[in-house]
C-alpha cells in the first residue's frame, strides 16, 4: 500500500518557467489538500478538494492551479515560476474531513 | 494572525525523561485537534488527536491534553527516547465549512539526548 506519492521528489525552476506537481494517493480518500511549508513555518494550504471534480482555494492560492478529474489524482500547477515559491510542497489526503491527514514524502522546489 | 501557536521553536529532553509540548489556538470554533511528527525530507506523520469533548486522550508514550478554557493543548511523551527526536506540529480544524480545513502551528523541534 503506497499510500500518498509525490513526484518529483526535487526541481529546480528558472523564474518563468511553469510545472506540475503529481500526487496520487491509493486508499480512495475523497479529501486531498496541496501544503507548502516555508523555513520555520507551519504548513500553509494552497488548495483542496473534496472530490473529483470539486476545488476550491485554501489559504496561499495565488501562483497555482490545480485540477481533480478522478480520485486518485490532484496534480499542482505552477504556472509562472517566482522566487516567492520557493518552498517545500506536501500533498495529503483523508477520508473524513478535518481529521487525520496521510501526507506524501513532499517535493523541494527551488526557483532562481 | 496566527490560528494556532507554538511557542518554542525547540526543546531539549534527556531520554527517559518526560517531553511537553505546548501549544495554543485563539479560534474557538477550533473543536478538533491533532499533533503530527516530522522528520527530515520526510512528510508529517499523525501522532495523536483529540476531539474538545475530551480533555485526555492517551496512546502508549503519547498523551494530549486539551484545556478548553485556556484555549490550550500539550503533547505529553513518557518516557522520551532518541528516535521521538523530530519536529511536532500541532493543527486545529472546525466543523464549519466543507472541507474542515487544518490550521498548522509553526512547530516544535525536540531533541531527545541519549
Known amino acids: 500500500n503506497a499510500g500518498v506519492t509525490q513526484t518529483p521528489k526535487f526541481r529546480i525552476l528558472k523564474i518563468g518557467q511553469s510545472m506540475t506537481l503529481q500526487c496520487t494517493q491509493d486508499?480512495?480518500?475523497?479529501?486531498m489538500y496541496w501544503y507548502r511549508q516555508d523555513p520555520g513555518m507551519g504548513l500553509k494550504l494552497i488548495y483542496y478538494?473534496?472530490?473529483?471534480?470539486?476545488?476550491d482555494k485554501g489559504e496561499v492560492p495565488n501562483g497555482y492551479n490545480v485540477s481533480r478529474s478522478t480520485t486518485e489524482d490532484f496534480p499542482l500547477r505552477l504556472e509562472l515560476a517566482a522566487p516567492s515559491q520557493t518552498s517545500v510542497y506536501f500533498c495529503?489526503?483523508?477520508?473524513?474531513?478535518?481529521?487525520?491527514?496521510?501526507f506524501g514524502p513532499g517535493t523541494r522546489l527551488t526557483v532562481t | 494572525d496566527q490560528q494556532v501557536k507554538q511557542n518554542s521553536p525547540s526543546l531539549s529532553v534527556q531520554e527517559g525523561r518526560i517531553s511537553i509540548l505546548n501549544c495554543d489556538y485563539t479560534?474557538?470554533?477550533?473543536?478538533?485537534f491533532l499533533w503530527y511528527k516530522k522528520y527530515p525530507a520526510e512528510g508529517p506523520t499523525f501522532l495523536i488527536s483529540?476531539?474538545?469533548?475530551?480533555d485526555k486522550n492517551e496512546d502508549g508514550r503519547f498523551t494530549v491534553f486539551l484545556n478548553k478554557s485556556a484555549k490550550h493543548l500539550s503533547l505529553h511523551i513518557v518516557p522520551s527516547q532518541p528516535g521521538d527526536s523530530a519536529v511536532y506540529f500541532c493543527?486545529?480544524?472546525?466543523?464549519?465549512?466543507?472541507?474542515?480545513?487544518?490550521?498548522f502551528g509553526s512547530g516544535t523541534q525536540l531533541t531527545v539526548l541519549p
Open positions: 478538494s473534496v472530490g473529483a471534480g470539486i476545488t
Open positions: 479560534n474557538s470554533m477550533f473543536d478538533y
Open positions: 495529503a489526503s483523508s477520508s473524513v474531513a478535518g481529521h487525520e491527514q496521510y
Open positions: 483529540i476531539s474538545s469533548i475530551k
Open positions: 486508499m480512495n480518500h475523497n479529501y
Open positions: 493543527a486545529a480544524s472546525a466543523s464549519s465549512g466543507s472541507a474542515r480545513q487544518l490550521t
